[in-house]
């Protein structure tokens, strides 16, 4: 389990997350959801440790993580996977360099031990015979997939997503969740994904926490959400027209 | 403007002191450094061996040209030509081009990483992202500058002796005679000494550049500018420096 306790982080005057407490539940997928510029993405990065927080501490499994320097940070960085909201994967290595990055950093696998690997999680989120190909050479819904294959293949107990769909098509989305999902289910790993897509909250929303204007404003299960009369919570949630429609009914 | 300098310089030192942490594998930067030798010394020989030859050239044209008074033997244009070669255009000049070669593509290719999050990906996993990024650069650029240098050398003088006898301004037998008299090995030294110093700050200073960037495509292509405008800025700076220290 994953606890963020009560932290600060401001910008120059701007203060972005203001006493956010939230805690992301073992072996679920845990989403944060609310527009755009009002704080998910600086909580994402400050739960994994890329912004430092002003006030306040982030525990995983009962490990203060804010407390820690960089050298502390390392074991529970390695058991951290990331996906990047592009991908972030590494122009100049190919899919399967891409995939093997991290073990050829911290493990001692000989190279067939890498290989089988990397092919295992490449099958895993449905990727074959792509191996030598590189990032450009690739459309956007793969590179996704393998930014999930690299975040997995060290096992990771703590899988963050930073905005999966963004720039995919509906159907597309709706694999690259169900993968989520399933690999959330099948590892136990205690999953933070960050979304403003409805889509996904209604694929995969097991427990979420909803921010505005830089607080937790709402948090609770899908179910909870659905009875909810939070007026900012609904605001944001049946702002489309298919999602009202859906309220209506 | 004073604070930002200051601001600029502590941040160059707290990067320059984020380089030099024991390596997550020693293997990856071994092959980190192998392929960057490759990237800065032969993907720079191109440019560095057309640039030495015209250079070679003009420098011996232009010495046979204000050398005219008759006490003055012909060979001294050799002897001109060569010091001028070795004390300065090699190891300034040279560096100077590579500045704009290597230094761009330094910071375009970190400032690149940082804009498109492969920066934080690095981060994430626990690696020390400018140590992985910055130091093999570093290292390959110490390795490799003084053999680009000392081609540039080889060849801006044979730009020299070709150009003077295609011309008859400096027949063959002069030329080889000037560049072989009087000459001090010291100033090779000197020479590499510069290029040492010369390839740390290209690398260095390019990388921290291409490290700090913040925002998209318009701040990549402003750092890489920045890298080259401040990299040759320095390197003026050092030359003066270690020109005082070494040889004043």
């Not at chain 1, 993580?65 to 529970?76: G, L, T, W």
């Not at chain 1, 899908?222 to 429609?245: C, G, Q, R, T, W």
């Not at chain 2, 890489?224 to 003066?240: E, G, M, P, R």
């Amino acid at each position: 389990m994953i606890k963020v306790d009560h932290i600060y982080k401001t910008f120059g005057e701007k203060t972005v997350l203001d006493d956010v407490s939230c805690t992301f539940e073992t072996g679920k997928v845990n989403l944060i959801i609310g527009q755009s510029g009002m704080g998910k993405t600086v909580l994402m990065k400050c739960t994994v440790g890329l912004f430092e927080v002003d006030k306040g501490a982030v525990y995983f499994d009962g490990r203060n993580f804010s407390e820690m320097n960089f050298k502390e940070r390392k074991p529970i960085r390695q058991e951290i996977g990331m996906v990047f909201q592009g991908g972030a994967l590494f122009d100049s290595l190919t899919v399967e360099q891409n995939v093997m990055f991290p073990l050829n950093m911290f493990t001692h696998m000989s190279q067939e031990e890498k290989l089988d690997r990397v092919n295992f999680c490449l099958q895993r989120v449905n990727l074959v015979n792509s191996n030598k190909l590189f990032p450009s050479e690739i459309s956007g819904g793969m590179k996704k997939r393998v930014a999930i294959a690299r975040a997995i293949s060290m096992n990771p107990k703590y899988l963050f997503c930073d905005e999966p769909n963004s720039g995919l098509d509906p159907k597309t989305s709706i694999v690259i969740d169900n993968l989520i999902m399933e690999i959330t289910q099948e590892f136990g790993t205690t999953t933070v994904v960050n979304t403003h897509d409805m889509n996904s909250l209604t694929e995969m929303g097991e427990k979420i926490v909803f921010i505005y204007k830089g607080k937790n404003y709402w948090e609770g299960t899908f179910e909870e959400l659905e009875m909810s009369d939070n007026p900012e919570l609904i605001d944001f949630v049946y702002a489309s027209k298919i999602m009202k429609s859906m309220r209506k009914h | 403007m004073l604070t930002k300098t200051w601001f600029e310089i502590g941040r160059y030192w707290k990067f320059m002191k984020g380089l030099f942490v024991k390596p997550e594998k020693f293997i990856v930067y071994y092959r980190q450094v192998m392929h960057e030798l490759v990237s800065i010394g032969v993907g720079a020989l191109g440019i560095v061996a057309l640039t030495s030859v015209f250079m070679g050239a003009v420098i011996t044209l232009q010495s046979a040209y204000n050398l005219v008074n008759p006490m003055v033997p012909l060979y001294a244009v050799g002897i001109v030509a060569r010091d001028s070669i070795i004390l300065e255009f090699s190891p300034t000049i040279i560096m100077l081009v590579l500045a704009g070669k290597i230094g761009s593509s330094i910071a375009s290719e970190i400032g690149t990483m940082r804009v498109t999050e492969q920066i934080d990906a690095l981060e994430i996993m626990g690696i020390n992202s400018s140590g992985y990024l910055t130091l093999p650069k570093i290292v390959a650029g110490l390795l490799i500058c003084p053999f680009v240098v000392i081609i540039s050398m080889f060849l801006g003088i044979i730009g020299g002796w070709i150009a003077g006898d295609m011309s008859g301004i400096v027949p063959s037998a002069d030329y080889i005679r000037g560049i072989q008299d009087q000459f001090l090995p010291f100033n090779i030294v000197f020479a590499l000494i510069k290029t040492l110093v010369f390839a740390y700050i290209i690398t260095s200073v390019s990388a921290y550049h291409g490290f700090h960037t913040d925002g998209g495509a318009l701040e990549v292509g402003q750092s890489s500018t920045k890298a080259v405008v401040y990299s040759s800025i320095f390197i003026l700076i050092f030359d003066y420096i270690l020109t005082q220290l070494i040889l004043a």
